[in-house]
Antibody
Framework: EVQLVESGGGLVQPGGSLRLSCAAS????????MHWVRQPPGKGLVWVSR????????NYADSVRGRFTISRDNAKNTLYLQVNSLRAEDTAVYHC????????????WGQGTLVTVSS | QSALTQPASVSGSPGQSITISCTGT?????????VSWYQQHPGKAPKLMIY???NRPSGVSNRFSGSKSGNTASLTISGLQAEDEADYYC???????????FGGGTKLTVL
């Protein structure tokens, strides 16, 4: 069974940092593109970042470029998102998702980890 | 990159059919067949319902179908059931440096 489990969220002050993790199991992690998607409380889904299978291709949403860094450790089957210079508008549940159809769709999602940016 | 445009809400009675639209531009929805649809119940993770515009993943009911015409993709749910009440989101590839964009989401109410 495919499983994605996020961790690392929490309450952080504006300007602070966190490292989010997504532990993958039940599939060959090293062969899939992976994404981060966030959802502010009561609002819609927002795409954040993606990384290809070996980490050589990375993209970000304009709103996070320069502040967030996506990475992966295929030996540990783990996806990461380093979030720096946090702002109130970064408050959201952060989900990791697997690209299961070669850019056609995200077929597996984690339950998410909540990041709250507040003083 | 602007969000794709979805109606904020749609509704239908059990057994009826509804269609949710997802309007983009010739640079995203109109340019690529990388459009997918997600169902999200409150407090739950999104679930893939349609990939590559019109394909259903294994296990998704054939009451769900997808299509595209020009810059607009559509999700149709036939034979509405109470369990279909949820939020629905589309996403498209854009080919830009920020390559994916979601729609704003549509709340489906089954009357």
């Amino acid at each position: 069974e495919v499983q994605l489990v996020e961790s690392g969220g929490g309450l952080v002050q504006p300007g602070g940092s966190l490292r989010l993790s997504c532990a993958a199991s039940g599939f060959t992690f090293s062969t899939y593109w992976m994404h981060w998607v966030r959802q502010p409380p009561g609002k819609g889904l927002v795409w954040v970042s993606r990384i290809n299978s070996d980490g050589s291709t990375i993209n970000y949403a304009d709103s996070v470029r320069g502040r967030f860094t996506i990475s992966r450790d295929n030996a540990k089957n783990t996806l990461y998102l380093q979030v720096n210079s946090l702002r109130a508008e970064d408050t959201a549940v952060y989900h990791c998702a697997r690209d299961g159809y070669n850019w056609g769709g995200f077929d597996s999602w984690g339950q998410g980890t909540l990041v709250t940016v507040s003083s | 990159q602007s969000a794709l445009t979805q109606p904020a809400s749609v509704s239908g009675s059990p057994g009826q059919s509804i269609t949710i639209s997802c309007t983009g531009t010739s640079s995203d929805v109109g340019a690529y067949n990388y459009v997918s649809w997600y169902q999200q119940h409150p407090g739950k993770a999104p679930k893939l319902m349609i990939y590559n515009v019109s394909n259903r993943p294994s296990g998704v009911s054939n009451r769900f179908s997808g299509s595209k015409s020009g810059n607009t993709a559509s999700l149709t749910i036939s034979g509405l059931q109470a369990e279909d009440e949820a939020d629905y989101y589309c996403i498209s590839y854009t080919g830009s440096s920020s390559p994916w964009v979601f729609g704003g989401g549509t709340k489906l109410t089954v009357l």
